[in-house]
Nanobody
Framework: QVQLVESGGGSVQPGESLRLSCVAS???????IGWFRQVPGKEREGVSC????????WYADSVKGRFTTSRDNAKNTAYLEMNSLKPEDTATYYC??????????????????WGRGTLVTVSS
């Protein structure tokens, strides 16, 4: 089974940027990749999703225009570029493989494998 490892989290000030990476131990081909985030006491929410080819992407309204997801299948790696970070972006971020994709709500209904997460803290 594919294992996912996120990296790139850290502490930044509002307005700054971070780039998260999600490296898979196996092939990511034929799978969509989703990014999710969770704050203690709240449900995990979808942030973005990208199809196998990278041809389609979905973003949560709260991150549209600020976050960009991409992938490099040759490197079995997906990315989440986060710009103009806000304190409300503070959360643990997880990547996940998904067997399907929806233009309506991304990968949330199709998740197969989760990574362990990386913490992002946005604070002045």
């Amino acid at each position: 089974q594919v294992q996912l490892v996120e990296s790139g989290g850290g502490s930044v000030q509002p307005g700054e940027s971070l780039r998260l990476s999600c490296v898979a131990s196996g092939f990511l081909n034929f799978r969509s990749i989703g990014w999710f985030r969770q704050v203690p006491g709240k449900e995990r929410e979808g942030v973005s999703c990208i199809t196998n080819s990278g041809g389609s992407t979905w973003y949560a309204d709260s991150v549209k225009g600020r976050f960009t997801t991409s992938r490099d299948n040759a490197k079995n790696t997906a990315y989440l570029e986060m710009n103009s970070l806000k304190p409300e972006d503070t959360a643990t971020y997880y990547c996940a493989t998904a067997w399907d994709y929806s233009d309506l709500d991304g990968c949330a209904r199709y998740v197969e494998v989760w990574g362990r997460g990386t913490l992002v803290t946005v604070s002045s």
